[in-house]
């Protein structure tokens, strides 16, 4: 390096005293140990050079700051790498521009999480270099948080502990992995007692979960002494595992000073039919619904209780009709919701549920009844009336016998076995199309049966044939992507051409619904290969 | 800068001429290795060879005796330039850098255009970066005048390049922006591709790829542009390895390489390079500096490293065994790579490739600690 530093310097200078010097420049202050006038600035350059370099070369490391705690391990096998590179395309997948025309490609993004359901079931590990994508991903979409933070593991959380923007990961974790077990009953109780009220919630949940007279037991051994607002959510958490024995502290849940926890602790009573609640409402309704003999046909005649008394009230009744509905309706429906539907047989005259459903009703009482009924076999879990009131499904009206609503035949679906679902839905589909199933097929189990699949193949291809646009469809459509069993692929080939125009069709409609066809096939196919890639 | 019989695209032969200069000289400015926003941008011993033309030049006679006298034009220009920069830097000194911190960005670029001009684009792009310093937060007087200092050190260097010895001669050409060609013998080895990434600017998009020879032990950098907003042509996965040979650019104590003639495709080899400790990476960057002081960072892999978290956002990767740490460039520690390499390590060590220089540590690539693929951080 070539250096005209003066020989009359006594040494190098320290380098802030040449920053200082430059910054008020040399004109204004010579720079001591530097010659003065026109060769300044070149001398403190040529000073500063070699500072420079000898600063930047004797650069050291640092010492350490304070070092994290390593990550759990993570005792899951790890994934297949074919099916790592897919996750990492999944990932990357930004969404498309919305609704309307989506183009042939499948559309990864609702892939995802089906694929998290999969590599959870199969009990996969996440690679570690993939968790900041999946946090990200699942930041933005709370849908996905469950699975992706169950597939992520531990090193999510700890990572979650380092960056701000994934806190929502603990929020969701609340301590997880950290519970006592069951069986550490004095762990348990010591946390019972001190914890924060997170913390016992998180423990009650957890226990009720495993042992659900272990967790009524803790609840109920410090029940007087808690907080009015405390009991309301201890007593939501007994809703999992509800079981009979659980009748004795509902029970005295129902005389507590709190409204709230009142009612929270009728509406669970009123969730098991042979409590003693269910029994006295059964009473109640009773007396408001009877087959009139006298009349040409048999129809059912009803009459609304006429007033709600204090036994109606403590049973968990509300007095209060919401705006816009009459009072005795109101009354009457919610002793319909709770009466135990197996007193209907004995007192309708030993009819069967269907018998009963067909019975006319006197009054245009029918839509309340039948509604009432619906939210019953539902809540009560009640196959034989949720056959009776969903009808054949081949029936002419949309709306079933007694004009039971989609949305009420949607649940009373859900408490039928798997396979009758499928049969039931294919059926409407094929009576009635597409145009009102959206609802009925968010209920099927994933993937769809074969028949069902093979029922809603055939109606997009009659409705292809109809002459509209796919994008009427778009709901169903986006639904077989995800739903429809891969294995279906092979059947849909023959759709993926575009037809010749017919007459009175919708122009370029052909080329629109061979296009969808080819992303529904494309998606299948894309389906087949993620399972493929994610068996070990 | 002759035939050395090597299949490579040469670049010598295509002098630019002074009236287009201004296009093919200012694509090769920013070429010269500095000019970028990223940290990235001032890579380890290499940006500075001129891209010059992309097309295989014609070599006739006409131009095969007219190329020194080129030279040596070429050569006049620049010192001019070079004079006129050193007039500029002493100006500025002498009033003093408080004053240059309200002058604005003008003169800056004005003072670029003429060593456009001077056919020295290198120079230009480090004058366009003396512009930004002021504006670049708190500490910016002492940075402005590390800047200008090493500049006025390339300016001496090329005044008085015939007395340097030749590596450091060379290394002076090509860091001022004269076109330089990759000499010496072919080196065939099997080149494990350790990283690959791009930095963008308005003119052009530069891709830089680092290979580590598995037997040789050498660390080479390959150079790839394409227009501003393209991806270059070439393309290497990170974890293969490729046999090839390549040819060196002249220059002491820099690694920029051209690949030559490939004899495989991209096999994946689960080697990796050796690595060193954070006490070391800094110590051979200083010893780099002794060879090319202008280098802003240089390439290396640290084993057993664990990224921990320091203060205010910021990273460093500290030694599993012992006591020291190496800071993460502040550019760095906000991508999204970062949180890769974090999430990669779990609190545990890894092996991580990448620039260590004056601003920190720049992470490009990393392994977990036991047998798995590379991680691309970038």
Redesign the interface.
Known sequence: ??S?FSATATGPLP?QE??TA???????RTPPGLPPGRE???A???A??V???RR????????????????APDPRPPLP?AAARRLVVLLADRPGTGVGRRGAAPDLRELLPQWLALANERGFAAP?????ALLDAARGRTDLRPAALAFAGP?AL??AR??PDWRFALRAAQGGGELPSAEDSDRVRGLWRQGLFAERVALLSALRARTPAAGRALLSSTWPAERAEDRLMFLDSLRTGLGPEDEPFLERALADRSRNVRAVAAELLSALPDSALAVRMGRRAATCVAVDVTAPVPTLVVEAPHECDAGMERDGVVAQPPAGRGERSWWLGQLLDVAPLRTWPGRLGGRTPQEIVALPVADGWQGELHAAWCRAAVRQRDADWARALLGAPSAPEAGGPGAVSLAERAKLLGTLGTEERAAWVAGFIGTHGLSEAFQLLGVCTVPWAGELGRAVVDALNIARDAGSYPWSFSGVMGLAERCLAPAEADRLEGLTAIPDETEGAAPGAGGYWAEAFQRLTATLRLRAAMTAELTP | MSDSGVRVRRTTDQVPTPAPASDVASRAADAAGSAGPADLADAAGGGHGAAGGDSAPAVTPATRSAAPRRAELRAARVTAGVTEL?RR???????????AQEEGYGLWEETAARMIDAQAPGLAARVRELGAVPGSGPGW??R???E???L??LD??WL?HG?LPDGLAATVRSRIGLPSSPGGPPVRDRWLVLAQYDTHDTRLTTRRIWLYGTESGRTALVLSYGAAGRAPELSLPVGRALDAETVAYPGAGQSRVALGERFSTPVPLPARPPGS???E??AR???A??DD?WQDAYPVTLRRV?P????EGSW?L??ADG?????VTPAAGSR?GL??L???S???PVTVFGECG?RGFTPLTAW?EGPG?A?PLC
């Open positions: 390096m070539s005209t380098w040449l920053v430059a910054l008020l420049g040399t004109d204004r300044a600035p070149a403190l350059l040529d500063a050079a500072a420079t370099v930047r070369a004797g650069l050291c490391a640092a010492p350490v700051a304070v070092r994290p705690e390593p990550a790498p570690p270099e993939a968790l900041p090193r700890w990572l380092l960056n | 050193e830097l002493a100006d500025l000194l002498r009033g003093g850098l408080a004053a007087p002492a402005l005048l590390e200008c200092a090493l006025h050190l001496r260097g008085r007395e400790g954070p006490a990476a800094a960057y200083g010893e500096l002794a002081p664990v921990v978290p320091a203060a460093q500290a030694d006591d020291l740490a190496l800071p999204s949180w890769r974090v999430a990669l779990g609190g545990s004056h977990p693929e991680v």
